[in-house]
C-alpha cells in the first residue's frame, strides 16, 4: 500500500489523478474522479471568485450524483477533492477563508517565481495545515530536480506533503527548460531517497492510458496526473471545437509546441521568465513564427473569438492546450470510464491482479 493510500484512503490504485486545468477543471469533474477512486482537483489558477461555489459544487455532485459512493476519508471534516492555485496571482488570505471552511483534501500549488517558490510555498504550506489542523495536504509542482530538492531542503513545517513532478511533454503551462519524466521522476526518486527524505512523488506530463501510468510507477511515482487525457472528457467544461481538435490530433511531438505567443495573445503576462506553455499549433503560432507581429496576431485572434467551436484548429486562432501525448486520446468517454480503464490497463501491465 503506498502512503498516499493512507491519506486517501478512498483512492483505488494505481493512483489516477485529474490535475487542477483552468478553467476546465470543475467541481463536478473533480467530484467524479474521486468518487471513480481517483484524485479529482479544482483548477482555479490565479482568480479564486469561484472558489466558494466551485468546492460547494464538488460537495453537491458528492452528495447526490455520487451518492452511492462512500468516501473514506481519514476524517469527516475532509472533503474528498483537491483545488488547484497559480501562485503567481492568487494570495493566501484570499484563499484561506474557503479551505478552511471546506477542507479540501489536497492543495495543489504551482507557478511561483524560482526567486520567490521557497518561501512563498513555505507560508502557503504552514498556514493551510494550521487552518485546518493539517487535514488539507499541500501538493507543489515542479519540473526540474534542483527546484524539486529546494523544497525539502527546509523545515518539515514548510515542506510539500507531495511533490508533483511534471515533464517536458505536458500539456498547458511548465517549465520552459526541463527533461521528461522518463528523467526527471527516476533521478528525483533517487536524490530524496539517498537523502533519506520520504515524499510521496505524483509523475505528469505524457501519460494518457494504463501503460504510462505503470511506466510511472517503475520510476517512481506513487501516483499519476493525466490533463491531457481529461480534457477528453464529458464531465469537463470545455468548448467542442477544443475537444474536437484533441481527438483529431495525432503525432504531438510535432502538432504540438511550448511558446509563449498563446499567452501574450489571451492577456496572461504575469508569468514569471522561466515558463512556457505547451499547446497544439495554430494559425496563431504559424504567424508569429513567419514575423507577424503581437499587435496584428491578437486582432486576429479576437475576431476568431466570435467564431464559436470553428475558432479552433490548424487553421483557427483559439488557444488549445495539449500535451504530446495527444495523439493517444482518441474517444470523449466519462471521468468513471477514464479511471476506471486506465487503472485497469496499469493493473494488467504490472501484473497486479495475477
Known amino acids: 500500500m503506498s502512503s498516499l493510500k493512507k491519506v486517501y484512503p478512498w483512492i483505488q490504485e494505481p493512483l489516477?489523478?485529474?490535475?487542477?486545468?483552468?478553467?476546465v477543471a470543475t467541481g463536478e469533474l473533480a467530484a467524479a474522479v474521486s468518487a471513480a477512486g481517483g484524485i479529482g482537483f479544482i483548477g482555479l489558477g490565479n482568480n479564486i471568485d469561484k472558489l466558494d461555489a466551485q468546492l460547494s459544487l464538488a460537495a453537491h455532485h458528492l452528495q447526490t450524483t455520487h451518492s452511492q459512493t462512500s468516501l473514506q476519508t481519514t476524517n469527516a471534516a475532509i472533503l474528498p477533492v483537491g483545488v488547484g492555485f497559480l501562485n503567481?496571482?492568487?494570495?493566501l488570505d484570499?484563499?484561506?477563508p474557503s479551505i478552511k471552511k471546506h477542507v479540501p483534501a489536497a492543495i495543489w500549488l504551482f507557478g511561483a517565481a524560482r526567486e520567490t517558490m521557497i518561501s512563498l510555498y513555505g507560508e502557503w504550506i504552514a498556514r493551510v495545515h494550521a487552518?485546518?489542523?493539517?487535514?488539507?495536504?499541500?501538493?507543489?509542482q515542479v519540473g526540474s530536480v534542483a527546484d524539486a530538492l529546494s523544497l525539502v531542503d527546509v523545515p518539515t513545517s514548510h515542506r510539500p506533503d507531495v511533490l508533483v513532478l511534471q515533464g517536458s511533454d505536458a500539456g498547458g503551462h511548465g517549465l520552459k527548460k526541463g527533461a521528461g519524466i522518463i528523467t526527471l521522476l527516476p533521478e528525483v526518486h533517487d536524490t530524496l531517497a539517498e537523502k533519506n527524505i520520504a515524499i510521496p512523488l505524483v509523475g505528469a506530463g505524457g501519460i494518457a492510458d494504463g501503460r504510462g501510468v505503470a511506466a510511472a510507477l517503475c520510476l517512481g511515482a506513487d501516483g499519476v496526473a493525466m490533463g491531457t487525457r481529461f480534457l477528453a472528457c464529458k464531465q469537463t467544461d470545455i468548448m467542442k471545437g477544443y475537444q474536437d481538435e484533441l481527438i483529431r490530433a495525432r503525432d504531438g511531438g510535432q502538432t504540438t509546441v511550448r511558446t509563449t505567443i498563446y499567452d501574450r495573445l489571451?492577456?496572461?503576462?504575469?508569468?514569471?521568465?522561466?515558463?512556457?506553455?505547451?499547446?497544439?499549433?495554430?494559425?496563431?503560432?504559424?504567424?508569429?513564427?513567419?514575423?507577424?507581429?503581437?499587435?496584428?496576431?491578437?486582432?486576429?485572434?479576437?475576431?476568431?473569438?466570435?467564431?464559436?467551436?470553428?475558432?479552433?484548429?490548424?487553421?483557427?486562432r483559439m488557444t488549445s492546450y495539449a500535451g504530446t501525448v495527444v495523439?493517444?486520446?482518441?474517444?470523449?468517454?466519462?471521468?468513471?470510464?477514464?479511471?476506471?480503464?486506465?487503472?485497469?490497463?496499469?493493473?494488467?501491465?504490472?501484473?497486479?491482479?495475477?
Open 16 to 23: 489516477i489523478i485529474c490535475p487542477p486545468m483552468l478553467p
Open 88 to 91: 503567481w496571482g492568487v494570495k
Open 94 to 96: 484570499d484563499a484561506l
Open 131 to 140: 487552518e485546518t489542523n493539517g487535514l488539507s495536504k499541500v501538493w507543489v
Open 266 to 316: 489571451r492577456g496572461y503576462v504575469e508569468w514569471p521568465e522561466e515558463y512556457d506553455g505547451r499547446g497544439m499549433v495554430n494559425q496563431s503560432y504559424v504567424d508569429e513564427q513567419a514575423g507577424m507581429s503581437d499587435e496584428e496576431n491578437r486582432r486576429l485572434y479576437e475576431v476568431e473569438k466570435t467564431k464559436g467551436d470553428a475558432g479552433w484548429g490548424v487553421k483557427g
Open 327 to 354: 495523439g493517444l486520446v482518441k474517444a470523449v468517454m466519462t471521468a468513471e470510464e477514464i479511471v476506471r480503464q486506465t487503472r485497469d490497463e496499469a493493473r494488467k501491465v504490472l501484473k497486479l491482479d495475477v
